[in-house]
């Protein structure tokens, strides 16, 4: 859960970042109509904003209060288009070859974007990434320590019966199956439980955290259910042929003094 929503806030912040395309006072509508056409089915495009002269004029109107064509008599202000990228793309190196690419097109007078900025942002997902996987890691190792104590308190409750019928003749295959059978029902249960709590922590958190994080995704929910179900009965599994090997591997009179 911490590694997807990690991935999930990364790509969020990458694809906040945005190039701004001038273009050039020559260009003709047809001209900007194909290169809005052309920019849509790029692959390194997340959403595309065409913003008119007429438009950023009045946005720096708004923000300024007053109409700089008051003072200039012209509207000093190009059309731009600006794009959001995908994450995937969202890196110095591919912004670079991207700007190269679109100054190639006359009716493209410049390519602007916040190199520090994005230097800066791909440091934070790093960091992000980094800390979520040990976080991961370390609620993964302290998940397997508990189970495995407690598969192996199970299977020390048991050792006198399987080392009688190891006595009587059973393999080891035998009495290994109804532990394991037993051990893979406790973590299919613990996992479902599991996955009932992560629900309910969802649902709390959902209006709080919906802007960074997509729950309509159902990969979401599949990528989290599927890798608490898998480690669930992996890590019961394991634990419990551990222990049992461990007791087979004892006489009778061991047994005591385990």
Do not use: W
Request: hydrophobic share 45%; proline share 2%; net charge neutral.
């Amino acid at each position: 859960m911490f590694v997807y929503i990690g991935n999930q806030l990364s790509s969020h912040m990458k694809e906040n970042l945005t190039i701004s395309i001038e273009i050039s006072d020559i260009a003709q509508k047809e001209d900007i109509k194909h290169l809005q056409d052309s920019l849509k089915k790029a692959p390194f495009v997340k959403e595309l904003r065409f913003i008119s002269k007429e438009d950023a004029l009045k946005e720096l109107t708004e923000e300024m209060g007053e109409n700089p064509m008051e003072l200039l008599n012209f509207n000093p202000l190009p059309s731009t288009f600006e794009i959001n990228l995908k994450s995937a793309y969202a890196n110095n190196d591919s912004i670079l070859y991207i700007a190269q690419s679109l100054k190639n097109l006359q009716i493209i007078k410049n390519v602007d974007y916040q190199k520090n900025l994005i230097h800066e942002v791909n440091h934070k997902v790093t960091s992000i990434t980094t800390i979520c996987l040990a976080i991961a890691a370390t609620l993964l190792f302290i998940s397997f320590i508990l189970i495995n104590n407690t598969m192996r308190l199970l299977i020390y409750s048991n050792r006198f019966a399987i080392n009688t019928m190891k006595l009587i003749g059973a393999t080891k295959h035998f009495i290994r199956r109804p532990y394991i059978k037993q051990g893979i029902i406790i973590g299919l249960s613990a996992s479902f439980l599991a996955c009932l709590y992560i629900g309910g922590f969802f649902y709390l958190i959902h209006n709080n955290l919906d802007i960074l994080i997509d729950f309509k995704d159902q990969m979401l929910y599949v990528v989290i259910g599927g890798t608490i179900f898998a480690s669930g009965i992996l890590i019961t599994t394991l634990s419990t042929l551990f222990a049992m090997n461990k007791y087979l591997r004892h006489d009778t009179n061991d047994l005591y003094y385990i």
